[in-house]
Nanobody, 125 residues
Framework: QVQLVESGGGLVQAGVSLRLSCAAS????????VGWFRQAPGKEREFVSI????????AYADSVKGRFAISRDNAKNTVYLQMNSLKPEDTAVYYC??????????????????WGQGTQVTVSS
């Protein structure tokens, strides 16, 4: 059983940067691809980014491509989401999720085995 805990959220102004962390425990972290999702009020949870078990493969939603960067440190059992040039539309609760298989189903939420509780990111204009 893998436990995921997100941190790093907060209230920021548009244009600044923020780095989220997803810390894992209870399993062999390097076995899992880890994704980030976000959910804004009144909207469905949407895919943001994913990184493969080794860290060599990544994918991004079009809405964040070029602004966000995902990375991982398997020695620290942590995945990071560096968010630059934040916009008010990035406001959401951000969740990390882990799955044991790397495939093309990045945005398919049921393909993920474990989820964190989320961290709030609020971007003011």
């Amino acid at each position: 059983q893998v436990q995921l805990v997100e941190s790093g959220g907060g209230l920021v102004q548009a244009g600044v940067s923020l780095r989220l962390s997803c810390a894992a425990s209870g399993g062999t972290f390097s076995y899992y691809a880890v994704g980030w999702f976000r959910q804004a009020p009144g909207k469905e949870r949407e895919f943001v980014s994913i990184i493969s078990q080794s860290g060599r493969l990544t994918a991004y939603a079009d809405s964040v491509k070029g602004r966000f960067a995902i990375s991982r440190d398997n020695a620290k059992n942590t995945v990071y989401l560096q968010m630059n040039s934040l916009k008010p539309e990035d406001t959401a609760v951000y969740y990390c999720a882990a799955k044991g298989v790397w495939n093309n189903l990045h945005s398919y939420r049921p393909s993920y085995n474990y989820w964190g509780q989320g961290t709030q990111v609020t971007v003011s204009s």
